[in-house]
């Protein structure tokens, strides 16, 4: 009986699961949060008939998994930005190192030269 339930829980999808979590969470927080309005979302408790009920959770559902979809496509737009800067922040820092080199070595050069003419 377990390894069933363990095969059942490895088959759904990690989405399934973490939408299922955030409607078990939603719905335990509902009655703590009877008094927040959100946009999108229906009070379902008030619908006697099951099938209009269930019906408004699908639709909470539905609602939540296109919350879910829009931030993960700004995150990743977020993330995108933020990458194509490190890249050029990266690409700046080397010309800047090359350019400390070839100073380094240009002053090098001008201080063997002050030395050898100071020594003549």
Same mark, same amino acid.
């Given at each position: 009986m377990q390894r069933e339930q363990q095969q059942i829980r490895r088959r759904?999808? #990690?989405? !399934?699961?973490?939408?299922?979590?955030?409607t078990a969470?939603?719905?335990?927080? &509902?009655?703590?949060a009877? =008094?927040?309005?959100?946009?999108?979302i229906e009070v379902c408790t008030a619908e #006697?008939? !099951?099938?209009?009920?269930?019906?408004?959770?699908?639709?909470?559902?539905?609602? &939540?998994?296109?919350?879910? =979809?829009?931030?993960a496509r700004e995150t990743q737009e977020k993330i995108a930005v933020a990458t194509r800067d490190l890249a050029t922040a990266r690409a700046e820092i080397v010309t800047l190192k090359s350019t400390i080199e070839k100073l380094t070595k240009e002053l090098t050069q001008l201080k063997a030269q002050v030395e050898s003419s100071g020594k003549k």
């Open positions: 759904r999808p #990690k989405g !399934m699961q973490f939408l299922l979590c955030s969470l939603y719905m335990m927080v &509902l009655p703590f009877a =008094a927040q309005d959100i946009r999108g #006697k008939q !099951m099938e209009r009920r269930t019906g408004c959770l699908q639709a909470n559902i539905d609602f &939540l998994q296109q919350a879910l =979809a829009k931030l």
